[in-house]
């Protein structure tokens, strides 16, 4: 069964950081471009970031360049995105998504997207 688990959000104050993780199952994450995505209550969701199956070349949305970094983990078949200097208009839902396997570049749009995770909360308020 092809799945995406996402894990390590929750609760943290401005300034701070987290590491969300998206695990794969029944697939390899290395052939696949993997983004990651958000969503608040009331707004649409949006592409935060993305890194490519081809060269792990990586896109960010102007929101989030400078702060967050997204990598693979080819041993643990898991790609992070981690999370600095956090702020309150970051709060959303998480999730990360698999771009279908012939696709070689990133684009932030969720319709291009076509196995997602579960979603993970993060929280950044004091």
């Known amino acids: 069964q092809v799945q995406l688990v996402e894990s390590g959000g929750g609760l943290v104050q401005p300034g701070g950081s987290l590491r969300l993780s998206c695990t794969a199952s029944?697939?390899?994450?290395?052939?696949?471009?993997i983004g990651w995505f958000r969503q608040a209550p009331g707004k649409e969701r949006e592409g935060a970031s993305c890194?490519?199956?081809?060269?792990?070349?990586?896109v960010y949305a102007d929101s989030v360049k400078g702060r967050f970094n997204i990598a693979r983990d080819s041993a643990k078949n898991t790609v992070y995105l981690q999370m600095n200097s956090l702020k309150p208009e970051d709060t959303a839902v998480y999730y990360c998504?698999?771009?279908?396997?012939?696709?070689?570049?990133?684009?932030?749009?969720?319709?291009?997207?076509?196995?997602w995770g579960q979603g993970t909360q993060v929280t950044v308020s004091s």
């Open positions: 029944g697939f390899t994450l290395d052939y696949y471009g």
């Open positions: 890194i490519t199956n081809s060269d792990s070349s990586t």
């Open positions: 998504a698999a771009l279908p396997v012939l696709f070689n570049i990133c684009v932030l749009k969720p319709t291009f997207f076509n196995v």
